[in-house]
């Protein structure tokens, strides 16, 4: 079974301080893509950062980094200097590809619901 | 170029009546996929379409749902007969041919009352 596991339901962090939200996932494919989506109170899903699995190299945009650890299918999420625009839901999610190269659906977590205080 | 475009943003309908929630993908863009997300979870897929085809309908209830992707227009998702467990987010997102990033719109908020 395919599966995405965020085992934080509800986070909080200071403004300006550094939060780690964390994911684990379960498939048994070698191709696949690893993502982070926020979702703020507007309800659109915005991309985050994503992760090719066959980059050793941790992705990074910006503020926000991941810990991938391919062999404990660990996807982590690090948001550093947290600001309070940062508030929203957070979620985990993962898509395969089939044999023709295309990208299948997306596997989400649960989410974790992040609160940014000041 | 415009993002992927859902409409309505909310919608009303009372049971037993058809809800139609419509998505527009960005241009370029021939893969569209449905998830819906009820209060408090995560997003779930429902359909998988390009084209004219469904490629994955695994997610979609065996009755009352139905989904489309015409060839111009729009896609189309259908719900028949309303209940009051179909309330929920319905958010479209769109991909390139090939492409591994999905774009996702707005989102239809639906309310069965």
């Known amino acids: 079974a395919q599966t995405v596991t965020q085992s934080q339901p509800e986070m909080s962090v200071q403004e300006a301080e550094t939060v780690t939200l964390s994911c684990t996932y379960d498939t048994s494919e070698s191709n696949y893509y690893l993502f982070w989506y926020k979702q703020p109170p507007s309800r659109q899903m915005i991309l985050v950062i994503r992760q090719e699995a066959y980059k050793q190299q941790n992705a990074t945009e910006n503020r926000f980094s991941v810990n991938f650890q391919k062999a404990a299918k660990s996807f982590s999420l690090k948001i550093s200097d947290s600001q309070l625009g940062d508030t929203a839901m957070y979620f985990c999610?993962?898509?395969?590809?089939?044999?023709?190269?295309?990208?299948?659906?997306?596997?989400w977590g649960l989410g974790t619901s992040l609160a940014v205080n000041p | 170029n415009a993002g992927v475009m859902q409409n309505p943003r909310h919608l009303v309908r009372r049971r037993g009546q058809e809800a139609r929630l419509r998505c527009s993908p960005m241009?370029?863009?021939?893969?569209v996929y449905w998830y819906r997300q009820l209060p408090e979870e995560g997003l779930k897929f429902m359909v998988y379409?390009?084209?004219?085809?469904?490629?994955?309908e695994s997610g979609m209830p065996k009755e009352r749902f139905s989904a489309e992707f015409p060839k111009e227009g729009p896609s189309i998702l259908r719900i028949q007969q309303v209940v009051r467990g179909d309330s929920a987010a319905y958010f479209c997102?769109?991909?390139?041919?090939?492409?591994?990033?999905?774009?996702f719109g707005q989102g239809t908020r639906l309310t069965v009352v």
């Open positions: 997102a769109s991909s390139k041919d090939r492409g591994t990033e999905a774009f």
């Open positions: 999610a993962f898509t395969i590809f089939n044999n023709a190269g295309n990208n299948r659906k997306l596997i």
């Open positions: 241009k370029g863009h021939s893969h």
């Open positions: 379409l390009q084209k004219e085809n469904i490629i994955d």
